[in-house]
């Protein structure tokens, strides 16, 4: 199964770890990604620690937990490539809302990556 298809039908709850240019790590709590046409993965952000950091160090990690029993699910080691801040692509996207402060007027960014590794949630993979 591609990531696209896994992610199109899991439920669960996913988190972004980012480090700045100093190795201070941060973690926050992320949709599931985007995925575009070209094989890259995209996530919203808002200019926060999370962006602040993933523009001083392009280097992040996403851990997704499906809901239920057990420790299933996947994590994926990614590196930024390019952004777009307020795109017509990002508000094109942006159809899940969670958070009351999503239409604040603040810019908001639509962060480009590529997956450079994917392990499941426990283990090393095949």
Known sequence: MDLKAYFEGAKG????AT??????VNMAI???PH??????IAFIMTDKLTHNNIMANGSAAYLFKEDGEGYKGKRLYLTKLREEKDSELLYTIRSRKYH???DD???KFLVFFRVDKELPLIGEGK
């Open 13 to 16: 709850t996913g988190v972004i």
């Open 19 to 24: 480090a700045d240019n100093n190795g201070k």
């Open 30 to 32: 992320y949709s599931k």
């Open 35 to 40: 995925f575009m046409d070209n094989g890259e």
């Open 100 to 102: 009351s402060d999503q």
């Open 105 to 107: 007027g603040k810019s």
